[in-house]
């Protein structure tokens, strides 16, 4: 039942018994069950049945001919061994069918149909509207279902959950293999009912519920870390708060969004200037813009969380990993230096960036900048072999290449400055 046309053909065969079925029923009244003004006129009909036959036909057509194309995409990118998941999704064949059975359902009508004696098969046609409408929804459907299943996480999903249903229904558990779930005493480990990424912990009901259970609540996953299905979610000292409450307020989808989750954000821009600057793109200018909207998220002043949050009392309640000023410094530049270091253009723009957050961040926040700097000074000296070309790279352009001191005329104080900063 894998085959991507046997779903389609069963719909097909449905339709034209429908067809056949409630024409046969219209005889059977005397084309009475539903009134001309309901269904329209003889010509009427005839007339919106050959646009819906027709519509419907080219609409299956269209569909199937992206299918393909969208397919042949997701092989190249992916791997050519999706094929198989991507056409045995029983949504797009029910869409697929929907159409053709539509179209096998409005030709059978139209046989009904006298437009001499003003003969309507009222019934069969007012199905045949109601089967318009529903290709309508199904073309909508079909698009979400498609533009869901064609991302690279839908298409992991899609893989991972089928391998998962393998594994679990062919071989039987191994409890004796399953560690103790508990840890210390009077620790209570709360597992993951279902897999998924860690999308929103709502720390303040969190806090609440561990207020009312004189608990203290640990959340093990930080936010955007992927949780296997019944790996540990949450660990609980003291009280006992109910399972299903930590459950719903740490939520897991199927992947990471920044809606709640900053750092996948910055993941993203990372993995566009990374992509960018990769071959066969070798596109210098996107991976700048993607370093400057970088450069804009570090240069906010914000109170990082420290991960522990206490009630009204004052009693430490909750207790969640929170990613850190070096770790947010890491993230957004360790692997963007290194691509940047191979062009004058990004590793000009990387270094500005690196000089101005430098320019305004405490002390504190200071070493992680400074040894980014430092990194990307070294990576430039080692991809360019002439000292010309090694200073040009090392010199702060905000453009990258467009408004370095070396390239503009400033007046003689700012010249000075733009010197000195271009020279640390």
């Known amino acids: 039942m894998n085959r991507i046309w046997v779903l389609p053909a069963l719909l097909v065969v449905t339709g034209v018994a429908a067809a056949l079925g409630l024409s046969a029923i219209d005889r059977a009244a005397g084309y009475d069950l539903v009134p001309v003004s309901v269904v329209g006129t003889a010509s009427t009909a005839q007339q919106v049945l050959s646009l819906l036959a027709q519509a419907v036909l080219n609409l299956a057509t269209v569909v199937l001919s992206l299918t393909l194309v969208a397919v042949q995409l997701a092989m190249g990118q992916f791997s050519p061994r999706i094929v198989r998941a991507l056409q045995a999704d029983r949504r ?10 539509t179209f096998a359902y409005a030709m059978l009508a139209m046989r009904e149909v006298d437009d001499q004696s003003n003969q309507v098969p009222g019934l069969t046609v007012l199905v045949a509207y109601v089967l318009g ?21 839908g298409i992991i999903d899609l893989v991972g959950d089928e391998t998962r249903a393998q594994l679990e229904r062919r071989f039987p558990p191994d409890d004796e293999a399953v560690p103790s779930a508990d840890g210390a005493a009077g620790v209570h480990t709360i597992d993951a009912r279902d897999s998924g990424a860690v999308v929103l912990i709502e720390r303040d009901a969190l806090v609440e519920a561990a207020r ?6 640990e959340v093990v ?14 660990r609980v000292e003291g009280g006992a708060v109910p399972p299903d409450v930590v459950r719903r307020h740490v939520r897991l989808a199927s992947e990471r969004t920044h809606e709640h989750d900053p750092a996948y954000g910055i993941r993203k821009l990372v993995d566009i200037a990374e992509r960018a600057s990769a071959d066969p793109f070798d596109d210098p200018t996107t991976t700048v813009q993607a370093i400057d909207r970088l450069h804009d998220c570090l240069r906010l002043r914000r109170r990082l969380p420290s991960g522990s949050y206490a009630d009204a009392a004052g009693v430490p309640r909750l207790l969640v990993r929170e990613l850190q000023w070096p770790g947010y410094v890491r993230l957004s530049f360790d692997e963007v230096r290194l691509v940047a270091a191979e062009n004058p253009q990004t590793a000009r723009r990387l270094r500005a960036a690196l000089l101005d957050l430098l320019d305004v961040a405490p002390q504190d926040r ?17 991809n360019f072999d002439d000292d010309a070309d090694v200073d040009a790279a090392s010199t702060a ?5 467009g408004s370095g001191p070396d390239l503009v005329t400033l007046p003689l104080d700012g010249a000075r400055r733009a010197g000195s900063a271009a020279r640390r």
Not at 212 to 217: H, I
Not at 397 to 401: I, R, T
């Open 92 to 101: 797009n064949q029910a869409a697929i069918g929907v159409f053709l059975g």
């Open 133 to 153: 409408l529903a290709c309508l929804v199904g073309l909508l459907v079909y698009i979400h279902q498609v533009s869901q299943s064609l991302r690279v996480g």
């Open 212 to 217: 009312e259970a004189d608990a203290r609540v």
């Open 221 to 234: 996953p930080m936010m955007g870390d992927f949780v296997p299905k019944g790996a540990p979610l949450a």
């Open 366 to 382: 200071r070493p992680p900048l400074e040894r980014q700097l430092k990194l990307l000074e070294a990576a430039v000296a080692r």
């Open 397 to 401: 352009d905000a453009q990258g290449l």
